[in-house]
């Protein structure tokens, strides 16, 4: 009904940059809550970055001042501007979503991830 496919992942140097996308399709009626989580080797998934319909925006301490989460609700996508790029960011990043499905209420959907790695 719903899919949330990531892009924008890679390798990258230490200090470099990348951005990530996410964009929801299916029968959507509307999107409340997008959010980006990772999951480094032997880790946990936690909570990146979240960003309401309307804009508000929280991140994890670990991301602060590095990553910018952002949306465009006209194209139901979800951006993450990762920058400053350490090792310890490398993971695997899913994009999360609660959606209202039409016809079929609210769903909290996942993407398959996108492979971040940062060397040293």
């Known amino acids: 009904q719903v899919q949330l496919v990531e892009s924008g992942g890679g390798l990258v140097q230490a200090g470099g940059s990348l951005r990530l996308s996410c964009a929801a399709s299916g029968s959507i009626s509307s999107i409340n809550t997008m959010a980006w989580y990772r999951q480094g080797p032997g880790k946990q998934r936690e909570l990146v970055a979240a960003i309401t319909s309307g804009g508000s925006t929280n991140y994890a301490d670990s991301v602060k001042g590095r990553f910018t989460i952002s949306r465009d609700n006209a194209k139901n996508t979800v951006y993450l501007r990762m920058n400053s790029l350490k090792p310890e960011d490398t993971a695997v990043y899913y994009c999360?979503?609660?959606?209202?499905?039409?016809?079929?209420?609210?769903?909290?959907?996942w993407g398959r991830g996108t492979l971040v790695t940062v060397s040293s």
């Open positions: 999360n979503a609660g959606v209202f499905v039409t016809m079929s209420g609210y769903l909290v959907v």
